[in-house]
């Protein structure tokens, strides 16, 4: 079904998600404590990075747009700060899926700062990358024509564009806040015709996000 270009993009995204499954498996169906578990974050982040390392020369839509011009990354930017507002604020209860356990790097009443540390890096370099490789470059893509790797970004359909925000959506605890993310980062892809667009918001977001997490205390955001 999935050419090798394709699971080069699907690896490091199902690597991350299967680290998530252990994670509830441990701390649902097992009754881990949070506190057991801290270190397979730092595993997962890992692991998705070296795929991502492993797999780069086969990223084509990762070199760097020669005709790039500064307002591209002006709005990549403040999509990113958009995001990060939209977010924090769009937490009503209809706007949520479930509930959040978030990360705590609180241990022994004092906060583990190399645990944050691990975070932010992985929230910031790694997440952003891997994931826009996945839900833009690959699945907007590939939902338009299989041989997604051919596809002009600006040219994917409606259709293509919907499900990728819906799936995106729903892959968030806040799904409302997913999909109008979802629809914002495809849109800079589609328009800017440069992955690091989309990439370079999610990482504004992801890092502001983290930031304010800890200075705030709402643990369960992360």
Known sequence: MFEQHSW???APFGAYVLFMLLEDVLLVLLGWDVNEVRLLYATKITVVAALLWW???TYRELQWPTGSTTRTWI????????????WVNLTANWMMMGESTGFD???NGEIDWLFVVIRLIGAVLVVP??????????????????????????QVGIKAFL????????AHN???????????YNLLYMRSGTLWSPILAHAITNGILGIWIVATGNWSFW
């Open 174 to 184: 806040l799904w409302f806040a997913g999909l109008l993310t979802g629809v914002a």
């Open 8 to 10: 080069y993009r699907i």
């Open 75 to 86: 709005i990549a930017i403040a999509t990113g700060i958009a995001v990060f507002v939209a």
């Open 105 to 107: 790097p609180h241990e």
């Open 129 to 154: 990358v891997m994931e826009e490789l996945f839900w833009r470059s690959f699945l907007m893509r590939w939902l338009h024509h299989p041989n997604f790797l051919a596809v002009n970004p600006g």
């Open 163 to 170: 499900i990728t925000a819906f799936l995106f959506a729903v």
């Open 55 to 57: 797999f780069r020369s």
